[in-house]
T-cell receptor, first 117, second 113 residues
Framework: AQKITQTQPGMFVQEKEAVTLDCTYD???????LFWYKQPSSGEMIFLIY??????QNATEGRYSLNFQKARKSANLVISASQLGDSAMYFC??????????????FGTGTSLTVIP | EAQVTQNPRYLITVTGKKLTVTCSQN?????MSWYRQDPGLGLRQIYY???????DKGDVPEGYKVSRKEKRNFPLILESPSPNQTSLYFC????????????FGQGTRLTVV
């Protein structure tokens, strides 16, 4: 079974501070992909960052980095220097590696981040 | 501009009245999917398609149908909508099985009364 767990329903962070959003996953696949998406109040889903299971380096995209700990099956999102525009819902997702699992995405329940001025 | 387009954005309908939500992508992507988003449950996959005429069930397919007659279009059909299908629906596409990014449509907020 594939499963994504986000244990933080809501988080607050002071503007300009860093914040870590937790994500753990459960899979028996050897090859898989991990994603983070941002959903602002307007509703659209915005791709942030991707980590492949065989990637040795943690993924980074601007102020976003993914803290990938394969043995612990965690893929936490770190946002550095938070901005007011970062206030949104954040979803962790996993793409399975083995057909047919490779065709499915599994999402967590999301973490609502509020950046405080 | 690369995009996934869903229509309509908002829809209120009555129980049992068949409806179709359209989804179109202009990126020549092989893979397309439909999700529903409900509070506290995140996004759950309804159906996905690996290419033209190839579709398969996701985690919550009951009450939905899809078709993939052309590569760019992947409509979601509710033959007899019920109130428990009130939700926010997303269509998404990606290039292939191992793509690092999925592109999402703007979402369709459906209310079934």
């Amino acid at each position: 079974a594939q499963k994504i767990t986000q244990t933080q329903p809501g988080m607050f962070v002071q503007e300009k501070e860093a914040v870590t959003l937790d994500c753990t996953y459960d899979t028996s696949d050897q090859s898989y992909g991990l994603f983070w998406y941002k959903q602002p109040s307007s509703g659209e889903m915005i791709f942030l960052i991707y980590q492949g299971s065989y990637d040795e380096q943690n993924a980074t995209e601007g102020r976003y980095s993914l803290n990938f700990q394969k043995a612990r099956k965690s893929a936490n999102l770190v946002i550095s220097a938070s901005q007011l525009g970062d206030s949104a819902m954040y979803f962790c997702a996993m793409r399975g590696g083995n057909i047919p699992g490779g065709n499915q995405f599994y999402f967590g329940t999301g973490t609502s981040l509020t950046v405080i001025p | 501009e690369a995009q996934v387009t869903q229509n309509p954005r908002y829809l209120i309908t009555v129980t049992g009245k068949k409806l179709t939500v359209t989804c179109s992508q202009n990126m020549n992507h092989e893979y397309m999917s439909w999700y529903r988003q409900d509070p506290g449950l995140g996004l759950r996959q309804i159906y996905y398609s690996m290419n033209v005429e190839v579709t398969d069930k996701g985690d919550v397919p009951e009450g939905y149908k899809v078709s993939r007659k052309e590569k760019r279009n992947f409509p979601l059909i509710l033959e007899s909508p019920s109130p428990n299908q009130t939700s926010l629906y997303f269509c998404a596409s990606r290039m292939d099985r191992v793509s690092t990014e999925a592109f999402f449509g703007q979402g369709t907020r459906l209310t079934v009364v």
